[in-house]
Structures are given as C-alpha cells and as structure tokens.
C-alpha cells in the first residue's frame, strides 16, 4: 500500500497470532503505543529513534528491535530519508508453544527482553528469514521451521536469564499502584462506553490527579490512550473476521470511519482497509 509518507506491505496467518509488515517511512510518526505481541523488527536503511521504558534508542541499518508485549513505544525518522524496516509480531502463544517445543514441554516463563536495541547479525539474519517466509509463498513447513529458528535465536541470545529487580515499595507507592491497576481494569470492562474521569477516578479510589499520575506511571500512557488502544485492538480483532471498517469502527466507540481509520494509521502504520485485506 502506497501512502503519502512511503509504502507498507502487511501480512497476517489467518490462524494464529503472527502477522509481518515491511514498509518505507519519510515522515511517520508513531505516537506512544503498545502491542499484546512480542514484536521484532530489523531496520533496513536509515534509522529509526524511538522512547521505550523511559530512555531514548536509536535503531539503525541491519540492527534488531525487541519489545515485549506492552512495552510502550513511539517511533520517528532519525535520518533525513527517512527509514525502511520489516518487523514481525508474534503472541505470547507463539512463543510460547515453540519454547515448549524446543524444551520438551519445560517452557518455564515467557522470555523477557531487557534491550529494545540489539546489534547482533545472527538474530537480525534469522529474522530477516522468518520475515521473507511469512510475506512469501514458501510452503507452511518452512515457515515454521524459520519462526522455530528465529524464535529460539531471539530467546537464546536477546532474552534475560534473570528477573529484574524490584524496587523496595512505600505504603504510598503501593496505594498508587493498586489505584493504577483498578482503573486499568475498570477500562477493560467498560472501554467501549463513554468514561467521564471522575466516573474513573472512583472506581479508581483517589483524585484524577493522583489517578493520571499513577496511570502514566504504571502502565507508560494516559487512562484516555490506552481506553483508545483497547478500542482500536478490539478493531483490529474485528477486521480479521472480516467487519467492514466503518461497522468496526461504530462497534468500538469511534465517531466514525474517518475517525477509525485515522487513528488506525497513526498507530499501526496502514489503513484498516489494507489491514482486513492483508
């Protein structure tokens, strides 16, 4: 698909959580989002800046990217001609049945990735693989073959072996936390409906104030984007069933189409109606 800012091609299994994209930004901006996939990309050419977990990395020509579901990201050119990558995401369930695959049945915990930006030739190799594959017409058993390949290279040489450490907690810190976590779960029970903040707040138990300040805090965006991330996640499952966009977007809270789509393209780099054709 040719937009006004480069080209994104996009695919997806229609069976399973794995989808691949390859596209060519100039002037894109991604503003911060998350996915509930593992996500790896490799920059082709020019570079890419991004914030992750509260420092700033810059992704450059044939260096690896590594986000764990829910790692909170953006993403601009660093480069003048903009950047051209391929990224793949992949559900937990993915990883996790070729862990279980490769260990006989001893998976253990999900794979944790500590660096957002890896410079290592092997890893982007075997994804560079795994992406030719899956947007291909390579038979289904080599795909398979290539994502247990690069799924056990990225776990084996991007992942930590070890649980990061857990900052000692005040009685205040832990009230903040836990108010950050029922609003979060007071979103996913209501994200389709209107939320006026002191509705929000309540179920919250503090103040707005102290409720945005945690929220942002604990989960890296504001109660209103990730109410907007959740409706646009309920979008994207709607589309693969084949929903029209402008149904899908009256199904999920948005205005309208216009509205769907916009958004759609700023997180997600491509259309709704691209993304229900892939």
């Known amino acids: 698909m040719a937009t006004t800012d480069g080209w994104v ?6 069976d399973r959580p794995v989808e ?14 998350s996915h509930d996939t593992y996500s790896f990309g490799i920059t082709d050419a020019g570079a890419q800046q991004f ?6 990395h810059t992704s450059g020509a044939g260096m690896v990217m590594a986000f764990n579901p829910e790692d909170v990201h953006d993403g601009r050119a660093a480069a003048e001609l903009g950047y051209r990558y391929r990224i793949v995401h992949l559900g937990p369930s993915v990883i996790r049945d070729v862990i279980a695959d490769a260990t006989d049945g001893r ?3 999900l794979p944790l990735f500590p660096l957002p930006v890896l410079s290592d030739h092997a890893l982007a190799a075997a994804l560079g693989r795994l992406h030719a594959a899956l947007v291909g017409t390579t038979d289904p058993l080599v795909r398979d073959e290539r994502l247990t390949a690069a799924v056990t290279a990225m776990t084996s040489r991007g992942a930590s072996t070890t649980t990061p450490a857990v900052l000692p907690q005040t009685p205040t810190d832990r ?7 029922r609003a979060r779960a007071f979103l996913h029970d209501a994200y389709l409906e209107p939320i006026p903040a002191e509705h929000l707040a309540e179920a919250a138990g503090c103040s707005r104030f102290t409720l945005y300040r945690s929220f942002r805090a604990e989960f890296g965006l504001a109660p209103s984007d990730y109410q907007r991330q959740l409706r646009l996640r309920r979008a994207r499952s709607l589309l693969k069933a084949g929903t029209t966009a402008a149904d899908a977007a009256a199904a999920t809270g948005f205005a309208d189409q216009a509205h769907l789509s916009r958004w759609f393209q700023r997180v997600y780099g491509l259309t709704p109606g691209a993304f229900r054709r892939a």
């Open 107 to 109: 998976s253990g915990a």
């Open 51 to 56: 914030r992750c977990r509260g420092a700033a």
């Open 9 to 14: 091609r996009y695919w997806r299994d229609a």
């Open 20 to 33: 691949a994209m390859h596209a060519h930004f100039l002037d894109h901006v991604y503003p911060p989002h």
């Open 175 to 181: 009230a903040r936390r836990q108010a950050a976590q």
